[in-house]
């Protein structure tokens, strides 16, 4: 078998890493938009370092097959695993399109909504494939990256027919990593966007990590808000929206409400006499709280961009919860306000007041 990688960020080394361990028997090939880094990652390799490393043990090399930023060279693969920002997607997709071989499949393992669709726009419905991960993993640097947390992955059929899922999923299981077919891939996304609507903006503009959000009220408030309105829009777009978690689970003993909004306009939320839309709300507040707390000692993607003065990737989750709400005739005023402020973030970078302008004050 061979796979494409396509993204070097953390996970997309982090599989890359995974996938092409010897005894796997699959030939990898990590595709970069960059010549000049592939260049450079094609001669050092890629440097992992797992979660049961303490820090004293060397990293696991791992040298893939090929690394370059020409999908013609790439080619014809298998299965191409997509890891872009969600901006990248549609020159992903052009990427694909030109390394897939006829009967192979694409999964995307990307944040936010809208990716899959895109791919499928331009490769196909039956051969797209959408997919979440609870691997965590962060960039060191260029080609180095720390394994934060082992996790599954679940992979759901664009088509619903689950052939191209199950396809896809050979490739886990040849390199030993837990892989389950999910059925509904807009209620395993949405599932996700939930999480991700709840932790990433606010890690990322907080400089916090997943756990730090527990630790504050207004955060908790915000953050469980944030995933309420998700699981409402998804339910007003016609997905269940529950994600992982069981609508009867009290993990935590917190029920997800919040404060926020009360008095003011109509929402998204659910009124208290549906009592369906209730659990489905209050399962997303509780999932987005049991991840913070399994992932409190991880930054999140948004979080480690921000830090890295990359642009954050917030509007295809938050800003696209918002739009969809607005769609379906509802508001998600926590989530529009939360990527508006990521907006703002990303265009202030610029002229940011930094720790050396501070000293300077200071002194």
Known sequence: MRVAVVGPGALGCFLAGALARPSSGIDVVLVDRDPARAERIGRSGLSIQDPEDDGGDAPRPVHPALVTADPTRAGPCDLALVTVKARDTASAAETVAALLAEDGVCASLQNGLGNVERLAERLGATRVVAGVTTHGATLLEEGRIRHTGSGETVLASFDR????????????????????????????????????????????????????????????????????????????????????????????????????????????????????????????????????????????????????????????????????????GIRAPVNDLLARLCRAHDELATERIGAEHRADEQG
């Not at 892989?179 to 891939?185: A, K, L, P, Q, R």
């Not at 209730?278 to 830090?307: H, P």
């Open 161 to 328: 027919s689950g052939e191209p899922a199950r396809r896809a999923a050979k490739a886990f299981d040849a390199a030993g990593l837990p892989v389950t077919i999910g059925e509904d891939w807009r209620e395993l996304l949405w599932g996700k966007v939930a999480v991700n609507a709840a932790i990433n903006a606010l890690t990322a503009l907080l400089r916090v990590k997943n756990g730090a959000l527990l630790e504050s009220e207004a955060a908790r408030e915000i953050a469980t808000e944030a995933a309420r309105e998700a699981a409402a829009t998804a339910r007003a777009t016609g997905s269940p929206g529950r994600g992982a978690a069981d609508p009867a689970d009290e993990a935590h003993g917190h029920d997800g409400e919040s404060r926020l909004g009360e008095g003011g306009p109509p929402t998204g939320r659910t009124d208290r006499d549906d009592p369906e839309g209730e659990a489905v709300e209050r399962a997303a507040a509780e999932r987005a709280i049991q991840v913070m707390a399994a992932t409190a000692g991880n930054r999140s993607s948004a979080l480690q961009d921000a830090l890295a003065g990359r642009p954050l990737e917030v509007d295809a989750i938050n800003g696209e919860i918002a739009r969809a709400a607005a769609r379906a």
